[in-house]
């Protein structure tokens, strides 16, 4: 176990060297499934801005997804998949430095998948669980904390008199909007999201879409969506991905009104085979 | 480049629809302008009759065009060229409802022309129509072909026309000072110029649309011409050097 009494704590000062508006830098990044045999993603680079959603699109295995997980080192858990090239920096500091520990940059670097996944806990417990693993008992910083973040997420009205209640009681909406209160109960700077509404309906859509825009005061999110409409709803910047390569990097406005590449303007338009 | 067909036809085809009714409109506008003008030219009552009978069907053309735009942007959710190809179509109708207006008009005053005695100076009218009609076609044929280049001419040509309107204007206004038996005809002479000037003016909206529709550059009230159609590619305002 890497010693990450100087890693992830440390990022913060790390920022020097780059503008501040930037959280991540993603340098000419690699990426193979397969030992490096075939490359998922070639060669990608980009840097994420802070207090922005940045929407990741891109047909079916674009690499969207699979970029979304290097950003906290999800990609680690698979046995055959490496890093083949470049360098992935969040708030300056190499991620994939020795001294980096993934659990610790999952702390900084929190994730909401695509189905909701609330542990068979309480509300209170599913909220409280990641500053527990933390080490934090005392029950006046717990209770602070959940209900902050509940707040925070948009749920805290619908829950606070059921905090005790089965987290699995929750509608779909809900259980989402508890993930996202769990992710955020840690502080992390960066959200990640991978297809967060795509089993919601348009009510709880609209609800975690509102969510994410008073989000973004607090934290920097990465979400990849297939749902053009709400990459142009809700996001600041796109990315669009083809055949794990980046085609082009914009503003949402630019990207859904005059992009630069005819494969963007193909994809978002429906032209896409 | 002519974009690739959608993968969903239906998008393509009520893209399609839109694109055809407006030039439907587009070529009513233009007919009842010349059937206007031939009507004061040639001293038929009837065409000018048929003019203002006429732009009721641009009217319904114009409702038409906003409803099947607006089923368009609920159904497809269009973006980039798809969604300024909409927006595109439905200010091209209103520019075009316009120019059906502004025939009436004319219409009107010439059925008031007509009913006094035939003044020969009112051949002038001609020349003032033909540089008016000229910009109204070319943008009609810039909108059907997506020709930037020609949209741009369209807006290099509204100086002609504004030289034109200006001399002609003149011209009558003299006569309305100095021939007080006609006064009122001249008078109606002066507007009918005003209205033809408008015309160019509606069909630079247009060609000034089109810019739009295929750069995504807003060359309106000054705005910048695209890179590319600039002579030395500095972006500069002015005259499109092509």
């Known amino acids: 176990m890497h010693d990450t009494s100087n890693a992830l704590s440390a990022l913060p000062k790390a920022t020097k060297k780059k503008k501040s508006s930037t959280v991540i830098e993603v340098d000419d990044i690699g990426f193979s499934y397969d030992y490096g045999k075939t490359e998922t993603l070639k060669g990608i680079s980009m840097e994420v801005p802070k207090n922005q959603v940045t929407a990741l699109i891109g047909p079916s295995g674009c690499g969207k997804s699979t970029l979304l997980r290097c950003l906290n080192r999800m990609n680690d858990l698979i046995d055959t998949a490496k890093i083949t090239r470049g360098t992935i920096r969040i708030l300056g500091q190499d991620i994939h430095a020795a001294d980096v520990d993934a659990i610790e940059l999952r702390k900084q670097v929190g994730m909401v998948f695509q189905k909701y996944n609330p542990f068979p806990k309480s509300i209170y417990d599913n909220v409280a669980y990641g500053l527990r693993i933390q080490g934090v008992k005392k029950k006046s910083v717990l209770d602070e904390a959940v209900e902050r973040s509940l707040k925070s997420a948009a749920l805290w009205d619908e829950a606070k008199d059921r905090l005790k209640d089965s987290a699995l009681g929750l509608s779909g909406g809900q259980q989402q909007r508890l993930c996202i209160a769990r992710t955020i109960a840690v502080r992390p700077k960066v959200i990640l999201m991978d297809e967060p509404c795509s089993a919601l309906d348009p009510i709880a859509t609209a609800k975690v879409e509102g969510l994410m825009l008073e989000l973004k005061k607090d934290f920097t999110i990465v979400i990849v969506t297939h749902s053009m409409q709400q990459a142009s709803r809700i996001s600041d910047q796109t990315a669009f991905f083809y055949l794990g390569e980046l085609i082009e990097y914009a503003s949402t406005s630019k990207i859904f009104t005059s992009p630069s590449v005819q494969q963007t303007e193909d994809y978002i338009s429906g032209r896409f085979g | ?242």
């Open chain 2, 1 to 242: 480049m002519q974009p690739s067909e959608h993968i969903l036809t239906t998008f393509d085809q009520a893209l399609h629809e839109l694109r055809e009714t407006t030039l439907t409109m587009a070529v009513g506008a233009q007919r009842n302008l010349q059937n206007t003008i031939n009507g004061l030219l040639q001293r038929d009552k009837q065409l000018c009759n048929q003019a203002i009978a006429d732009d009721e069907d641009e009217d319904q053309l114009e409702i038409l065009i906003d409803n099947l735009g607006m089923q368009i942007i609920v159904r497809f959710q269009p973006v980039a060229t798809d969604l300024r190809m909409v927006i595109g179509a439905m200010k091209t109708s209103t520019n075009l409802e316009r120019i059906s207006d502004q025939a009436v008009s004319i219409a009107k005053r010439s059925r008031k022309i007509l009913k006094n005695e035939e003044i020969p100076e009112v051949g002038r009218i001609e020349g003032l129509y033909q540089v008016a009609a000229a910009l109204l076609a070319d943008a009609i044929t810039a909108y059907a072909d997506s020709n930037t280049e020609l949209a741009l001419s369209v807006i290099e040509q509204q100086k002609e026309l504004k030289k034109t309107h200006k001399k002609t204007s003149r011209f009558f206004s003299r006569k309305l000072e100095t021939e007080t038996a006609h006064y009122r005809d001249y008078l109606d002479l002066v507007l009918i110029c005003r209205w033809l000037d408008r015309v160019g003016g509606l069909a630079t909206n247009i060609a000034e649309d089109i810019v739009f529709e295929i750069t995504s550059t807003d060359i309106r009230h000054g705005g910048e011409l695209p890179r590319e159609l600039t002579e030395d590619g500095s972006n500069s305002n002015g005259t499109p050097q092509i």
